[in-house]
């Protein structure tokens, strides 16, 4: 029999704005909204007011038609926008624009997939359908969600391109839930149709079933950070009802960012309906077989075709240039430093180790840190011009992360630049070995020793001294010692 | 539907009215009540003559104008004068509009 934890079925719901856009779905008001006072980015349109008329904006369908493409879906020749009819503040008409499956609908694309990877092995996740909605309205609560006397509006995100996408329950784990929505970002990304470093960009729902359960529903995932946690919650709270022989009822949760936990949203009697019907302000869109092939020729290069270039010309190995390409602003990264520094493998080697690392251990991402493409082919050429070891470009790289500091600055500033000076090297040397008699004689017949010798020489200068001068040196002395103890027995 | 037409007597009842209404975040009297469910009735009633139609063999029309396809650019227009966008809301706050508590 199958564990309980090999029988956990999650499908996403996956809400992307299209941040490139310039205006909203329906209306010409601007969509950059973040940031901006409240309630200023608004027309008749999407404050609803009577006798507004939407209009589509043409690129969004372009984009959507780019997402869906990339997604493998078929596309509609015909497609319908419906109203969602409920009562939230944060709709102005008391109904969202959406497209719907059912009553005759059509959305923009169905039946895709995508391909996602873990340790090795791939994995078909279906996409059941890709279609266009806008962007509820903001609210603003007086502290607490529960305890605000009042809810305050702002409907400058309200008409904003949504692109919803919809998956099959494929995904057999919180970790591929993520794996599939950094995939899906990447791809986004690449398209340029979306920028998930914007807050709030993309949001998700998610469904999951355990055997011996039903499907819950899990609302409010505001990034795709907060979906393993969510997800991984859940199966623990599911797990623990279903081992004390509780039945797990159908409902609708919210995850609770703040306390990191589902907390039960609707019962049954709550239950919304939205009496979906056809949107009549809005005409029909016939998707032609030549507007489809109008976009497919305007497509970006995506992830998988990156990837290739990457190895094919700059001589990657397959699993570094996956690596590259897993974010695009990793990928866009790298290419900045090429073109300041065609050194390809050696900008590889520091941005998937120790860049790489220092991020994955901190928990932030690229665009959080401060590091630019120049900073980091400063800190390499420091190195090829003998300035620095590449043990103190170690040091001082989580530095230029955090600070964002010329790495020339901070080489002056903390006296770290390499002692190439073999005078000096060489008294230091001297106290080296006073101080290291028994290692010395060791010396005279165990590398091992000399070894120890060079590393407490690179102890006494902190690292600067340059490695290369610093192994001759002590090389040297041993030889000579080497030599008198010789002459002496002679 | 909850029954074959022959079988119904009406189309909705009171308990249905009761549930739209609270869809629609709206109370209703006991009398009011009374007067929607008649009403409804009788404007599904007049559904039932259009449904007499044999209509299998149409498409479904979901725009009443023969046009498809009206899009615009995607460029920014004009947006409301910030004084003007608060102008006929019933309660607002600094730059906002205010509702009542929604949970
Ligand atoms: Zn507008």
Redesign the pocket.
């Known amino acids: 029999m199958e564990s309980i934890e090999e029988s956990v079925k999650i499908g996403l719901e996956v809400h992307t704005q299209l941040t490139s856009l310039k205006t ?1 779905l329906f ?3 601007p969509s950059d909204y973040r940031g901006r006072e409240p309630n200023t980015l ?2 008749p ?2 404050l609803g007011l009577p006798g507004s008329l939407p209009v589509l904006n043409k690129k969004a369908v372009k984009y959507a038609i780019m997402a869906a493409l990339a997604l493998n879906c078929q596309i509609s020749e015909e497609m319908i926008f419906f109203r969602k009819n409920y009562y939230y503040p944060d709709l102005p008409k008391n109904f969202q624009i959406t497209q719907y499956d059912r009553a005759g609908g059509a959305p923009l694309a169905v039946n895709g997939y995508l391909y996602i990877e873990d340790q090795g092995y791939r994995k078909k996740i279906r996409i059941s359908r890709v279609h266009l909605e806008e962007d509820p309205g903001r609210l603003v609560h007086v502290g607490p969600i529960d305890q605000s006397p009042y809810t305050l509006v702002d409907y400058n995100r309200s ?1 904003v391109a949504l692109l919803e996408i919809v998956t099959e329950p494929d995904l057999k784990s919180p970790k591929e839930a993520r794996i599939f929505l950094q995939k899906l970002r990447n791809i986004l990304e690449h398209l340029g149709i979306f920028d998930g470093s914007l807050e709030g960009s993309m949001r998700c729902d998610a469904n999951i079933s355990l055997a011996g359960g039903t499907r819950v529903e899990i609302k409010n995932i505001t990034s795709f950070k907060e979906v393993e946690r969510a997800l991984n919650f859940e199966i623990i709270r599911q797990k623990g009802l279903v081992e004390k022989g509780i039945t797990v009822k159908r409902e609708t949760r919210h995850w609770d960012e703040i306390r990191r936990i589902t907390v039960s949203l609707r019962t049954k009697e709550e239950e919304q309906d939205y009496r979906y019907f056809p949107e009549m302000d809005l005409a029909p869109i016939l998707i032609s077989k030549s507007f489809i092939e109008e976009v497919k020729a305007e497509m970006p290069e995506l992830p998988e075709e990156r990837i290739e270039r990457f190895m094919k010309m700059y001589g990657l190995p397959k699993y570094d240039a996956e690596v590259l390409v897993s974010s695009k602003s990793l990928a866009d990264f790298f290419e900045e430093c090429i073109k300041l520094h065609d050194k390809p493998k050696e900008i590889s080697n520091w941005m998937m180790s120790d860049l790489l690392r220092y991020l994955y251990e901190n928990n932030i991402e690229l665009y959080e840190s401060k590091i630019t493409p120049q900073k980091l082919v400063d800190m390499i050429r420091l190195i090829e011009e003998g300035v620095i070891s590449g043990k103190i470009a170690k040091k001082i790289l989580p530095e230029i992360i955090v600070s964002g500091k010329e790495p020339r600055e901070i080489v002056k500033e903390k006296g770290l630049i390499k002692i190439m000076d073999e005078d000096l090297l060489n008294k230091l040397a001297d106290e080296v070995f006073a101080e290291n008699q028994k290692a010395v004689r060791d010396a005279l017949i165990d590398d091992k020793a000399i070894h120890y010798l060079i590393g407490q020489l690179m102890r006494l200068t902190k690292g600067k001294a340059d490695p290369n001068i610093a192994n001759k040196i002590i090389r040297e002395k041993i030889q000579k010692i080497r030599e008198k103890e010789l002459r002496k027995n002679a | 539907m909850k029954a074959p037409e022959t079988m119904r007597e009406k189309w909705i009842i009171k308990e249905e009215v009761e549930r739209i209404a609270q869809l629609a975040h709206i109370e209703l009297t006991e009398e009011e009540k009374e007067v929607f469910t008649e009403q409804f009735n009788r404007i599904l009633e007049f559904f039932r003559k259009i449904d007499e139609v044999d209509t299998r063999s149409i498409p479904p029309m979901y725009h009443v104008l023969d046009i498809v396809n009206v899009y615009r650019e995607d460029e920014v227009g004009e ?1 409301l004068p910030k004084e003007g966008v608060l102008e006929n809301a019933p309660k607002k706050e600094e730059q906002f509009f205010k509702s009542p508590k929604i949970v």
Do not use: E, H, L, Y
């Open positions: 909203k209306c010409n008001c608004v027309c349109v999407c008409g | 947006t």
